[in-house]
């Protein structure tokens, strides 16, 4: 029985040591790069000091609405969706600890600051981020556009149900939040956690 024990450890201990060897920091990671998370790619976007900011590369979610009443994320069933369904996902592989929490800024696309900002670990890209990171975004493969969380207007400028969305080319435009669009999680990890490389 114990030389059956020994051998079970021995694996165990071997096993451990593969998977040490498959992983990396994050830290270590370019912009560009991707790593998994679960059976996700995520795309870094950029290294932030002890922080690292990234994306899925593909959807974690599909045809999903916005919301059918209302344009501000915070009170939108999109941020409900995400975290129900996809923070949960992201947080079993990295650890809640390990995923930062940050003021996200609902300013819209022409600069009316409608909506308060919103606390979230996981959520849509903003617009700002959209364009900033727009070379790291595309990705052909995807069928469709996804959702950010920035309003395209505001309802007094003719833009009541408007929200920036982008395409798989990375073209950015407004469309109304009662569509149906991809979810690719953005969110802020601390950089010195343990990731397997992506594809």
Same mark, same amino acid.
């Given at each position: !029985?114990?030389?059956?024990?020994?051998?079970a450890k021995?694996?165990?201990? !071997?096993?451990?040591?593969k998977?040490?060897?498959?992983?990396?920091l994050?830290?270590?990671? =370019?912009?560009?790069?991707?790593?998994?998370?679960?059976?996700?790619?995520f795309?870094?976007?950029?290294?932030?000091g002890? =922080?690292?900011k990234v994306?899925?590369? &593909?959807? !974690?979610?599909e045809?999903?609405?916005?919301? /059918?009443?209302?344009?501000?994320?915070?009170?939108?069933?999109?941020? /409900?969706?995400?975290e &129900?369904?996809?923070? %949960?996902?992201i947080a079993?592989? +990295?650890?809640?600890?390990?995923?930062?929490?940050?003021?996200?800024?609902?300013?819209?696309?022409? !600069?009316?600051?409608?909506?308060? %900002?919103?606390?979230?670990?996981?959520?849509? $890209?903003?617009?700002?981020?959209?364009r /900033?990171?727009?070379?790291?975004?595309?990705? %052909?493969e $995807?069928?469709?556009?996804?959702?950010?969380?920035?309003p395209?207007?505001?309802?007094? &400028?003719?833009? /009541?149900?408007?929200?920036? +969305?982008? *395409?798989?080319?990375g073209? $950015?435009?407004?469309?109304s939040?009662?569509?149906?669009?991809?979810? &690719?999680?953005?969110?802020?990890?601390? *950089?010195n956690?343990? +990731? *397997?490389?992506?594809?």
């Amino acid at each position: !029985m114990s030389k059956v024990l020994d051998a079970a450890k021995a694996l165990v201990q !071997m096993l451990e040591e593969k998977e040490k060897q498959d992983k990396v920091l994050l830290s270590a990671l =370019q912009a560009g790069e991707t790593f998994k998370i679960g059976e996700h790619n995520f795309i870094v976007l950029e290294q932030d000091g002890a =922080q690292t900011k990234v994306i899925s590369k &593909r959807f !974690m979610a599909e045809n999903v609405v916005f919301d /059918k009443y209302v344009r501000d994320y915070s009170d939108s069933s999109l941020k /409900k969706l995400i975290e &129900r369904d996809i923070y %949960p996902v992201i947080a079993e592989v +990295v650890g809640e600890d390990n995923i930062i929490e940050h003021e996200v800024d609902l300013t819209s696309v022409d !600069m009316q600051q409608e909506f308060e %900002p919103v606390k979230c670990r996981v959520r849509p $890209i903003t617009f700002d981020e959209a364009r /900033k990171y727009n070379d790291l975004l595309v990705t %052909p493969e $995807i069928d469709g556009w996804w959702w950010t969380c920035t309003p395209w207007s505001t309802e007094e &400028r003719g833009w /009541k149900y408007a929200l920036a +969305v982008v *395409s798989p080319s990375g073209n $950015i435009y407004g469309d109304s939040y009662e569509g149906s669009g991809g979810v &690719r999680p953005f969110c802020i990890l601390k *950089s010195n956690i343990f +990731v *397997s490389k992506g594809e």
